[in-house]
């Protein structure tokens, strides 16, 4: 995608009140699913990352610190619009770079199924067998960086 911004967005910003709407249209309402303001106000520690256009944000990340040099993707979400046209590869590889300079080794995710195939074309590898979370079919998945 030609005139796509990538960028670090701050917890309780309007970037952040976008990110929020996206997810919930991408990631939760067709599960039938809200944020709880307590969900929410857990993020406040995390990176947030989103993709841009002219027309607004298309996508968004968040990174979660564990330990020892281990980072989690989550809650990644693209604008149904533009899916398929490389913004959630973007994504994902602004965030290893981000990962990278801060000195993390290691990436983690929880991949819905129909993700596993994308995250295989960058690289992850499943991790364990899959899993139920928010009522879905889950793999974790990683890739050492």
Do not use: C
Not at 89 to 104: M, N, P, Q, T
């Amino acid at each position: 995608m030609e005139d796509l911004n990538i960028g670090i967005y701050d917890f309780a910003s309007p970037e952040y009140d976008e990110a929020v709407s996206l997810r919930y249209e991408v990631l939760r309402k067709p599960l039938g699913l809200e944020f709880t303001a307590q969900q929410l106000a857990e993020e406040y520690a995390d990176i947030h990352i989103g993709a841009w256009t002219k027309d607004g944000m298309v996508g968004t990340l968040i990174m979660s610190q564990l330990d020892h040099g281990m980072v989690k993707m989550r809650q990644v979400a693209v604008s149904e619009g533009v899916q398929s046209q490389g913004v959630g590869s973007a994504l994902v590889r602004f965030s290893e770079h981000w990962a990278i300079s801060k000195g993390f080794t290691k990436l983690v995710l929880h991949a819905r199924d129909t993700a596993v195939p994308f995250y295989k074309k960058l690289g992850y590898k499943s991790i364990g067998d899959a899993f139920v979370e928010v009522g879905i079919t889950h793999q974790k998945m990683g890739k050492d960086l």
